[in-house]
């Protein structure tokens, strides 16, 4: 039997051994599929001796790279990881982001807003450029450009018609909390996309979906990168589209 998992503190809120033990199921594979809470990332070195192979999640998508020996091409231009193969980092989280977002898009969806900073935000702003998306990070921390929460008014919101929530924001327990955006200035022109999934339904969604606003949350996301995740855990080349040359 192979071992797989998903390293990252908590992980109350994750789907990732569900998705992963029905597809397990589904397809008859030899393998498990575990839930590894490391109250500090320096255990991971213990978790690379004992699994085949692991998805990272927060907070350690970028915590974790010291400790690998080798970083995919596209992971170190992203500057996190996601999915761990020996000592070796890759990201598929741009990929689950690519390929949910793409059939949303309209030809006036031209900027966006990209709540956060962490490793979940690297990856999106990685797959909004591939996507030809112009975009602005916004932080609590403003720095090397990005903009205050206090600096979106209605001039921004207007310029940029797509929102991208990558901080934990509403994520299971904490489902009665969201960014500080002025969602009153929210449309039907905009695009809400919450990297969070569970709740289905974050605050973030529902008051977009309250103003007419078109509304994703991350399950697909999940879903995609964790196929791409098992590609590489079973040395298998992903589609050329995602080749760093293209």
């Known amino acids: 039997m192979r071992h797989f998992g998903v390293v990252g503190n908590p992980l109350g809120h994750s789907f990732s051994a569900a998705y992963f033990a029905e597809k397990f199921r589904r397809e008859g594979i030899d393998a498990d599929y575990r839930l590894l809470p490391l109250p500090d990332i320096q255990d991971v070195v213990g978790v690379m001796e004992e699994l085949d192979g692991f998805n990272v999640t927060l907070p350690y998508k970028q915590a974790v790279m010291p400790y690998l020996s080798e970083l995919d091409s596209i992971a170190e231009t992203i500057g996190a990881v996601n999915v761990v193969r020996g000592r070796c980092g890759y990201n598929t989280d741009w990929v689950g982001f690519v390929e949910s977002i793409r059939p949303l898009l309209s030809e006036t969806d031209k900027r966006a807003l990209v709540l956060g900073t962490g490793g979940v935000s690297k990856a999106v702003q990685y797959g909004l450029?591939?996507?030809?998306?112009?975009?602005?990070?916004?932080?609590?921390?403003?720095?090397?450009?990005?903009?205050?929460?206090?600096?979106?008014?209605t001039e921004v919101l207007a310029e940029h018609t797509v929102v991208v929530n990558c901080t934990p924001l509403g994520m299971y327990p904490d489902v009665d909390k969201c960014p500080c955006l002025p969602y009153e200035?929210?449309?039907?022109?905009?695009?809400?996309?919450?990297?969070?999934?569970?709740?289905?339904?974050?605050?973030?969604?529902?008051?977009?979906?309250?103003?007419?606003?078109?509304?994703?949350?991350?399950?697909?996301?999940?879903?995609?990168?964790?196929?791409?995740?098992?590609?590489?855990w079973n040395e298998q080349k992903t589609d050329n589209r995602y080749d760093e040359k293209k």
């Open 129 to 153: 450029k591939r996507l030809g998306v112009e975009y602005m990070v916004v932080s609590r921390s403003p720095h090397d450009g990005a903009i205050a929460y206090e600096d979106i008014g």
């Open 185 to 232: 200035q929210l449309d039907s022109r905009h695009l809400l996309y919450d990297c969070v999934y569970n709740p289905e339904r974050t605050l973030f969604l529902q008051h977009g979906e309250e103003r007419g606003a078109r509304t994703k949350n991350g399950l697909e996301m999940l879903h995609l990168q964790a196929e791409a995740a098992w590609k590489i």
